[in-house]
């Protein structure tokens, strides 16, 4: 991983220049992504021919804040021009025609964006094996995932594709890879950071963020990334604060929470002593650690589940293959529902003419039966299985039952960390509470795969903000990441804490 302040210094010394910079990493990229399958749109000539313009921009005087960095984008969110499936069959073809507001400003700060990043399906997942492109391997071993949704991200950050990715986080799906893959992931507060332009998995939810080599390179990311957009009526309108500073400054109090439920059953031992012999060395430094309890945590799996999948299937309901995205192929449609009708017809013989109408009624009318044809071919089997569970806890009869009892229990969980955050700054928790696992091993047991995020989802639920910084690697040769969660706005806070870490790691 590479060091972006660094290499932005001896850019500005003269010492390097961005063409340099982009092809070190269009090398890299073609060396490397082979095998990994992080970066899955990548436009070789534009990324000269934009390195040389920031280059001019340098040599001018007039380069933005993030000349030099070389920026991966998840494939969620939209470049104009670019391809834009979300790894899903339903966006097979599509091409984003404006830039998200988050692209826009990296663009305009002179980034360099070199390739769009693997995800799974829609942002549904925690490995990145739901996708049309195959699956991201982890670079620290092939044979493991790069955890998910953001794992392109994640990975191509890993192996120094790039500098730094955009990612995008629901439930974890910043925080995870980052922690699978050794590298840092931010997940800001809900609305610091515009989502427009971002397809939407779970509104509610959804945050945008940087996933970085270091913390420093990660809240120099937030500086561009954050701020109120005018075409994200949802996004804060609270002045943006400066990330980078004061991160060094070892002097300032930090209390840190340990939520005693957060390290019980499931996490790995190995995981569990090293985060608490990292804890009494920042105590020895003059942190303060205050036990603290988030009594709702135990719900948070289930809430998330109920509540991402209700938003999920709403938001889904755009691909219906008439506007965009895959369609059915209509000839076929005719053909099945003329069959059907043959069908009924035979099975009718002799009955009155009113009976044969009547069943013909019950059949589904071509636009239908267009929809659905195209809504099946369109999605894979994870965000299929959301849909339905979406639809299933909105429907009369579960309302109340599911959907208004999560949201009650979202209240609950809101409440336990508003308590917590007026007696600490940062509440720790492992990110994970395993390592990377191999890649197959939990496509088939989709449980086991949600109860990845079991420490993740809580912020999410919250809306506040959350890091992942790495915190060793496990005997078993795989990263492992500490999470700092803090409250509303309190980006900084965490970004003190998470730097605090990477000093221990020496
Ligand atoms: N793994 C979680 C899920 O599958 C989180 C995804 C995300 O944050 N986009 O929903």
Known sequence: MKNLLAVQGQIKSGELRVTDVAEEHISLIKEKNPAINAIIHFDEEKVRAEAGIIQNKVDAGTAGPLAGAVVAIKEAFSEKGKKLTCSSNALRNFESIYDATVVRKLKEADALLIGRTNMDEFAMGSSTENSIHGATRNPVNQEYVAGGSSGGSAAAVAAGMSHAAL?????????????????????????????????????????????????????????????????????????????????????????????????????????????????????????????????????????????????????????????????????????????????????????????????????????????????????????????????????????DAYFGKAQKVRRLIQQDFEKVFSQVDVIVTPTTPTTAFKIGEKVNDPVQMYLNDMYTTSANLAGICAINVPAGIHPNGLPYGIHFMGNAFHEKDILRAGRRVELLQG
């Open 167 to 399: 990612g995008s986080d629901t439930g974890g799906s910043i925080r995870q890879p980052a922690s699978y893959c050794g590298v840092v992931g931010v997940k800001p507060s809900y609305s610091r950071v515009s989502r427009y332009g971002l397809v939407a998995y779970a509104s509610s939810f959804d945050s945008v963020g940087p996933i970085a080599g270091s913390v420093t390179d990660a809240a120099l990311l937030l500086n561009t990334l954050a701020g109120h957009d005018p075409l994200d009526n949802s996004s804060s309108q609270r002045p943006v604060e400066d990330y980078t500073a004061g991160l060094e400054d070892r002097e300032a109090n930090l209390t840190i929470g340990v939520p005693e439920e957060y390290f019980g059953e499931g996490l790995d031992p190995e995981i569990r002593s090293s985060i608490e012999s990292q804890l009494s060395q920042l105590e020895q430094e003059g942190a303060k650690l205050l036990p603290v309890s988030l009594p709702h945590t135990k719900y948070s799996i289930a809430a998330y589940y109920i509540l991402a999948t209700a938003e999920a299937s709403s938001n889904l309901a755009r691909y219906d293959g008439v506007r965009y995205g895959h369609r059915a192929d209509f000839k076929e449609v005719e053909k099945e529902l003329g069959a059907e009708r043959e069908r009924v017809k035979q099975a009718l013989k002799g009955k009155s003419h009113a009976e044969v109408e009547a069943a013909f009624a019950e059949l589904d009318s071509p636009l239908i039966r267009l929809y659905k044809k195209s809504r099946t071919e369109a999605f894979g089997k994870e965000v299929k299985r959301r849909i339905l569970l979406g639809t299933y806890v909105l429907s009369a009869g579960y309302y």
